[in-house]
């Protein structure tokens, strides 16, 4: 069972807060949750919302029907109304304006009255929160969590005091669900990257602040006394990534993270860090463009760009994250890549999925392990760039007595600059054929559902729960539908594909993209041309509803 509840308001309403204390809440009582955020690029007005779904068993996507609203402004309801589910409860300050007639439970709360009793004038979100509270069937000691170490002794009992008086106001009451009994995580995805990049060893962080990744940079902040972690916010992306570059070269796991837009000013850097053939890893995590776009909105638009990003020919690692407990796992694998074939691993997420929190299983810390492919000790034939083999650790200066030299022009063995053209031609080969090393590591999608079904979606990246769901839904309903779910994009693994292809599927592209770009590069890797898309570029994420519909659209044409 689950309970979808949206809680929406003016930015300075203090919707993130509530966000932060309801799902704190929900996880101590051994609930579990996603939530997601859809805010405005902008400090006050317009309007804001979050949207919690709670069960008893793992979630990965929000649903379309909502179960609770809980309006701060008119706005809200006049955006959001017609999602309520038959039995649905509306929780609204006593200014909002309903449609008449409302059809659905109303709990009306003055707001304004209940701050002026308590003397809590900034307290919107602990009336919202403690009537959510009440709202959703939790007893009245739940309240007793509304701690928070930035706050004294004052805040916190006037806080709880609002909460706990909202609470008794509140009389309608849905169904409560059943707990469940499992430990885990709470995280969002940029602090699953953060904590992944942690886990891999990561020395050095350089970044310079862009929505939606800052959040990596924040949270890895926190860690830098508690490990051996320097975090740099660099005057700008193209400093961020020659400064990666350089720790990198002199041994250091090094990262950086941006949008698309920061991506753009670390191409050429990219493109450095390819030849001189330094491990680094780089995250982008979309949002629409071109330029500005929308900085506080989701997309799927990037994958081409990296594809191709920087001058010239070179190897690269593409890797995306379906999920939340997946983002920390291919942080993790991304610097083992790296390092071992000496080639940047590109690292996608998006505004929806980085900013999105969900209880997560806890990692299992055991079953990874670090490979640095660092050399402790020189063989007197060392080459740093040797042509006799594709996958060779690597010297670092001040390891051992070997000169290291790393050239953004082209370079013979040893790393000297020359325009040799047998020797462009030579490393030209040796690099690109790592790509015949990679392949081998690189995952197959994942197949749910009917595995001999006609009709396949395919989709990559944080579209991955949402498809997951709406095939769920489909085969509830008798319908035979399955969905491949790409997680490793470049270089494309083929083998799944090809024997759904060669069985005659018929493939259906999901993406939050125009171009349909997967298709493309499908279709650049295979020559087989991909004739339908369910496509999404307005900055929102997919949902359920918003998949099934356009499906049952495409198949009665």
Known sequence: MRINILIGGSAGHGINTIDQFLTRLLTKKGFHFHSYKDYMSRIRGGT?????????QPVHCHDDALDVIVALTSEIIKEHYDR?????LIICDAD????EPCRHQVTRLNFKEILKETGNTKGYSMVALGAIVKAIGLEESTLNHLVDKRWTEAIIDANTKTARMAYEATHCVLISIPKTNEDHLVMSGNQAVALGALAAGVGFYSAYPMAPSTGVMSYLTQY???YPLVVEQAEDEIAAINSIIGAASNGLRSMTSTSGGGFSLMVEGLGFAAVAEVPVVMLDVQRPGPATGMATRTEQSDLNFVLDASQGEFPRIILSFNSIEDAFYKTFRAFNLSDKYRVPVILLSDQYLADSTSTVREPDLKALKIDLHLVKEVREDYRHHDLRTLVQDRVVPGMTSQIVMNDSHEHDENGSVTESASNRAAMNDRRMSKLNEIIKEIEEPRLIGDPEAKDILICW???????AAAVDNLTGQGRSVGALIFGDLYPLPTKTLTKL?????RLINVEGNYQ?????LISRELAYPIHHSILKYDGRQFSPGYILKAYEEMIQK
């Open 501 to 505: 292809i060669e069985r005659g599927a």
């Open 48 to 56: 804001n919302f979050t949207h919690v779904t709670l069960s008893d």
């Open 461 to 467: 990246g944080s579209t991955a729960g949402v498809v």
């Open 516 to 520: 349909g770009q997967l298709r493309q």
């Open 224 to 226: 830098e006394t508690r």
């Open 96 to 99: 909002v304006v309903l449609p």
């Open 84 to 88: 309520l589910t038959e039995n649905g």
